[in-house]
């Protein structure tokens, strides 16, 4: 059974500040990864979606990597701000029973202005 | 477009009562997905459906039901509620096929008592 682990489980950092949040996954023959982005009492908003056969994609200021074979995956946040601090949620989607999602617990983020 | 929108917000039941959670989409999406997101954890798929008369279970099924007899609605029955099924409820869609991202609801907050 696949699992998705999320280190940290929280994190703190100055505004302007680059940080990576980092997603690790048990099991390689993913379909696609998908980071979201969750609001206290709010619903997931997708950031990124990268397919298995991608290594990276970018959004302005954010950028998400994918190295399958070693099941990990990086969130990149550039310049961090205030509003950037939010839960943030990676998803593998596996490529048997493809329509489940296995999501990790998330990495709280707070920047500090 | 509104999107993925969830009624009710919030709900307290009592053990035993029963309660449907309605979702509605209006992006024509085939694929819709109910998952319960337990405090600190991460969300769980209760049942997904491919398409109008289709449902299947997904990794925590007991306890619900679903239909679906229209393209927008996916709505979630539970018929005896438990204490254990205190949790936030969000509804997903996404288009047909599996590459592409799931689009989520605001979510429903239920407290089980």
């Known amino acids: 059974k696949q699992e998705v682990t999320q280190i940290p489980a929280a994190l703190s950092v100055p505004e302007g500040e680059n940080l990576v949040l980092n997603c690790s996954f048990t099991d390689s023959a993913i379909y696609n990864l998908q980071w979201f982005r969750q609001d206290p009492g709010k619903g997931l908003t997708s950031l990124l979606l990268i397919q298995s056969s991608q290594r990276e994609q970018t959004s302005g200021r954010l950028n998400a990597s994918l190295d399958k074979s070693s099941g990990r995956s990086t969130l990149y946040i550039a310049a961090s701000q205030p509003g950037d601090s939010a839960t943030y949620l990676c998803?593998?989607?596996?490529?048997?029973?493809?329509?489940?999602?296995?999501f990790g617990t998330g990495t709280r983020l707070t920047v500090i202005p | 477009n509104a999107g993925v929108t969830q009624t009710p917000k919030f709900r307290i039941l009592k053990i035993g009562q029963s309660m449907t959670l309605q979702c509605t989409q209006d992006m024509n999406h085939n694929y819709m997905y109910w998952y319960r997101q337990d405090p600190g954890m991460g969300l769980k798929l209760i049942y997904y459906?491919?398409?109008?008369?289709?449902?299947d279970k997904g990794e925590v099924p007991n306890g619900y039901n679903v239909s679906r007899s229209t393209t927008e609605d996916f709505p979630l029955r539970l018929e005896l509620a438990a204490p254990s099924q205190t949790s936030v409820y969000f509804c997903a869609s996404s288009p047909r096929e599996t590459a592409y991202e799931q689009y989520f609801g605001p979510g429903t907050r239920l407290t089980v008592t």
């Open positions: 998803a593998v989607r596996q490529q048997t029973g493809a329509n489940n999602l296995f």
């Open positions: 459906s491919v398409g109008a008369g289709i449902t």
